[in-house]
Nanobody
Framework: QVQLVESGGGSVQPGGSLRLSCAASGTLFSISVMGWYRQAPGNQRELVARMTIGGATNYADSVKGRFTISRDNPRNTVYLQMNNLKPEDTAVYYC??????????WGQGTQVTVSS
């Protein structure tokens, strides 16, 4: 009974910025890891960034220096600030969360399109 709601996707020109958010809700649970994945047509789903509840982060090499993951623990929300966007960043972005004793969950996905 964990729900993930994503928002913030859209279309932007190269060099622009977007901020994605993902809010988790439910009854009694404890989140251990929250992160972002993306998938473009014809490509595998890949890890973009993730953060543990303790604050450790991990980024894909392709987004280091441009994307930043952050969180709001009291609201069980994770964010992805995306700067200097490139056409190759175009994909559907999925929020993911790992919950203690309940396993993993996925958001509905949000489209990010970068084009001129």
């Amino acid at each position: 009974q964990v729900q993930l709601v994503e928002s913030g996707g859209g279309s932007v020109q190269p060099g622009g910025s977007l901020r994605l958010s993902c809010a988790a809700s439910g009854t009694l649970f404890s989140i251990s890891v929250m992160g972002w994945y993306r998938q473009a047509p014809g490509n595998q789903r890949e890890l973009v960034a993730r953060m543990t509840i303790g604050g450790a982060t991990n980024y894909a090499d392709s987004v280091k220096g441009r994307f930043t993951i952050s969180r709001d623990n009291p609201r069980n929300t994770v964010y992805l600030q995306m700067n200097n966007l490139k056409p190759e960043d175009t994909a559907v972005y999925y929020c993911s969360v790992t919950v203690s004793s309940q396993g993993g969950f996925w958001g509905q996905g949000t489209q990010v399109t970068v084009s001129s």
